[in-house]
């Protein structure tokens, strides 16, 4: 015969695992699916930026390189170009960008770009404490 008592307490164990076990299962789905959203549509994702440290502007005779070496240096600083072109720029803002680009890497560091239209043109690039660096080695 069996204790009634005594098996209870497993029925309930085994139900409070079966919840947790769909629950976990649940998070997973949904997880996943919020992924797939983003990368079908990567518009939707806005960049974490932090108050920059230092901005660059073209605006003096420094090339970003000697810009990016004159700074303290800091492995948590990331540089990001943001540029803005107006109708008919792009391509020339898209060249420009290229370059500075090509300086940054050869300081040292992987520059993450932001280009979008805008009511006038604008380049400049900022250092800040936005994320992890990726490290490019320097070539001179």
């Known amino acids: 015969m069996i204790n009634r008592q005594s098996a209870s307490w497993q029925i309930i164990l085994a139900d409070i695992a079966l919840i947790l076990f769909l629950t976990t299962l649940a998070a997973f789905v ?3 699916s919020n992924r797939d959203v983003l990368l079908a549509r990567p518009q939707a994702v806005q960049p974490q930026l932090a108050s920059p440290q230092a901005i660059y502007r073209r605006d003096t005779d ?3 390189g000697q810009w990016i070496r004159q700074q303290q240096p ?3 600083l990331t540089l990001t ?3 803005r072109y ?3 720029e792009r391509q020339s803002v898209w060249q420009e960008v290229e370059n500075l680009t090509r300086d ?3 300081a040292g560091l992987e520059p993450r770009i932001i280009i979008e239209a805008g009511p ?3 380049i400049f690039a900022a250092l800040a404490y936005d994320e992890m660096p990726v490290r490019v080695p320097r070539t001179q």
């Open 30 to 32: 949904a997880q996943r």
């Open 62 to 64: 420094t090339s970003l």
């Open 74 to 76: 800091d492995d948590r």
């Open 81 to 83: 170009i943001f540029a």
């Open 86 to 88: 107006s109708q008919g």
């Open 104 to 106: 940054a890497k050869r």
């Open 120 to 122: 006038k043109r604008d």
